[in-house]
């Protein structure tokens, strides 16, 4: 098992055994549970897919032959026989993760927090911090123009196509537009204190998105020396 989902708490800083502070992200990693293994004779690849987060049952209201009836709604008739093959509770987040030997688990097996060791490098994948609607100063670092009185070009685009050449504007241009909310992965960071009886984490340095987001804890695909 190369990882496990898992939610993003917040940064605090870690006073090492030397005396120097370190800023560290607190993650709550798993436990998760197995749903289904994917074996290379059947699906063709070798994959877990594993669950995270208890979903609780949902239902709403409907009128039928005028009385009012509670309908279940969630999970969906297809995810719950999903979970009741694999005999684990309804699970709100589900992820494949591949890998090259699928017998060390069964279905229905808890991954807990201990696959991991300390001083570990890890790769932490989430969603960052959705911003909406920006200029091209946020979105893009532009310089912007001069701050004096009457210039009138401030923060704004400028020129951004050619005069006869090629009349239009090319694909990919850097321009104001949506920022934000983007998968992102940062990579080898180090695991600097673990605790397997409150599944927490503690890795040094910062990971994308918000606090309370869900992110995805692997092993480092690519240790740095």
């Given at each position: 098992?190369?990882?496990?989902?898992?939610?993003?708490?917040?940064?605090?800083?870690?006073?090492?055994e030397?005396?120097s502070?370190v800023?560290?992200?607190v993650?709550?990693?798993g436990?998760?549970?197995?749903?289904?293994?994917?074996?290379?004779?059947?699906?063709?690849?070798?994959a877990?897919?594993?669950?995270?987060?208890?979903?609780?049952?949902?239902?709403k209201?409907?009128?039928r032959n005028?009385k009012?009836?509670?309908?279940?709604v969630?999970?969906?008739?297809?995810m719950?026989?999903?979970?009741?093959?694999?005999e684990?509770?309804?699970?709100?987040?589900?992820?494949?993760?591949?890998?090259?030997d699928?017998?060390?688990?069964?279905?229905?097996?808890?991954?807990?927090?201990?696959?991991f060791?300390?001083?570990?490098?890890?790769?932490?994948?989430?969603?960052?911090k959705?911003?909406?609607?920006?200029?091209?100063?946020?979105?893009?670092?532009?310089?912007?123009?001069r701050a004096?009185?009457?210039?009138?070009?401030?923060?704004?685009?400028?020129?951004?196509?050619?005069?006869?050449?090629?009349s239009?504007?090319?694909?990919?241009?850097?321009?104001?537009?949506h920022?934000?909310?983007a998968?992102?992965?940062?990579?080898?960071l180090t695991?600097?204190?673990?605790?397997?009886?409150?599944?927490?984490?503690?890795?040094?340095?910062?990971?994308?998105?918000?606090?309370?987001?869900?992110?995805?804890?692997?092993k480092?695909?690519?240790?740095?020396?």
């Amino acid at each position: 098992m190369r990882g496990l989902l898992g939610k993003k708490i917040g940064m605090t800083t870690y006073f090492a055994e030397n005396g120097s502070a370190v800023p560290v992200t607190v993650v709550e990693v798993g436990p998760c549970s197995i749903i289904q293994i994917k074996t290379t004779e059947k699906e063709g690849y070798n994959a877990f897919q594993i669950g995270y987060e208890a979903l609780k049952p949902k239902f709403k209201t409907v009128f039928r032959n005028n009385k009012k009836v509670k309908k279940h709604v969630r999970p969906v008739k297809p995810m719950e026989g999903h979970f009741k093959k694999a005999e684990v509770q309804p699970l709100r987040h589900i992820l494949e993760i591949k890998t090259t030997d699928t017998t060390k688990y069964n279905v229905g097996d808890e991954v807990k927090i201990d696959i991991f060791n300390v001083d570990e490098k890890v790769d932490v994948s989430g969603i960052t911090k959705g911003r909406g609607f920006t200029g091209g100063v946020k979105r893009w670092g532009w310089g912007g123009g001069r701050a004096s009185h009457g210039s009138m070009f401030h923060r704004r685009v400028g020129s951004v196509g050619q005069s006869s050449s090629a009349s239009k504007i090319f694909k990919n241009k850097k321009m104001p537009g949506h920022y934000g909310a983007a998968k992102r992965t940062v990579q080898n960071l180090t695991v600097i204190k673990i605790d397997p009886e409150k599944n927490v984490m503690l890795i040094k340095g910062s990971i994308p998105g918000a606090n309370g987001n869900v992110i995805l804890v692997k092993k480092a695909a690519k240790v740095s020396k």
